[in-house]
């Protein structure tokens, strides 16, 4: 399986500051149709995860233009603009390029 | 975007079987592939296999011996049964939908606590 290691474990913001997730994976993400499937939610307390970036760098519908996604290979970022009080919660990235599917651990944001 | 409804019971014994479904609203149902994942302290989020509308799956091979995703096309829904439950089971168990534009989970179940204990 492939494995999803996320830095930092957790981490604490000042509102209006940014904020930055990385996503590291243990082998290429590139499926053999040249896409990289690695996507990223946030999870709120008691909610289930929710997607905001799919295929690297693309937002989903309705997420904020605060929230970005970069990287290639097996080194990806996810990045806040400006951290608002909503933004607290886990962050977890997800590999669907090679089954079974895995999860990194997950980032707690919090506020300081 | 569709909406996702699950039901299913929470209190099991070890050796029991875990069944879970999760009703669609919204969206066409053969546009997705219909999935399962739990989430627990221990092992954190897990895929634990997928269904597309025709009843073609994939399983987690860790799960692979214990667990059946169908879909009911008629009614819109799909079903998990996992088998031969254990405490290591105990989780929150989630339904989604698994697009086939984005390739990601784009909608969620509530999630459903299941406890395994004698």
């Known amino acids: 399986d492939i494995v999803l290691t996320q830095t930092p474990l957790s981490s604490p913001v000042t509102l209006g500051q940014p904020a930055s997730i990385s996503c590291r994976s243990d082998?290429?993400?590139?499926?053999?149709?040249?896409?990289?499937?690695l996507s990223w939610f946030q999870q709120r307390p008691g909610q289930p995860p929710r997607l905001l970036i799919y295929k690297i760098s693309n937002r989903f519908s309705g997420v904020p233009d605060r929230f970005s996604g970069s990287g290639a290979g097996t080194d990806f970022t996810l990045k806040i603009t400006r951290v608002e009080a909503e933004d607290v919660g886990v962050y977890y990235c997800l590999q669907a390029t090679q089954f079974p599917y895995t999860f990194g651990q997950g980032t707690k944001l919090d506020i300081k | 975007q569709v909406q996702l409804q699950q039901w299913g019971a929470g209190l099991l014994k070890p050796s029991e079987t875990l069944s879970l479904t999760c009703s669609v609203y919204?969206?066409?149902?053969?546009?997705?592939?219909w999935i399962w994942i739990r989430q627990s302290p221990g092992k954190g989020l897990e895929w634990i296999g997928e269904s597309n509308h025709n009843g073609i799956t994939h399983y987690n091979p860790s799960l692979k011996s214990r667990v059946t995703i169908s879909v009911d096309t008629s009614k819109n829904q799909f079903s998990l049964k996992l088998t031969s439950v254990t405490a290591a089971d105990t989780a929150v168990y989630y339904c989604a939908s698994f697009g086939y534009t984005s390739s990601a989970v784009e909608d969620w179940g509530r999630g459903a606590l299941v406890t395994v204990s004698p």
């Open positions: 082998q290429s993400l590139v499926h053999r149709d040249g896409n990289t499937y």
């Open positions: 919204g969206g066409s149902f053969s546009g997705h592939y």
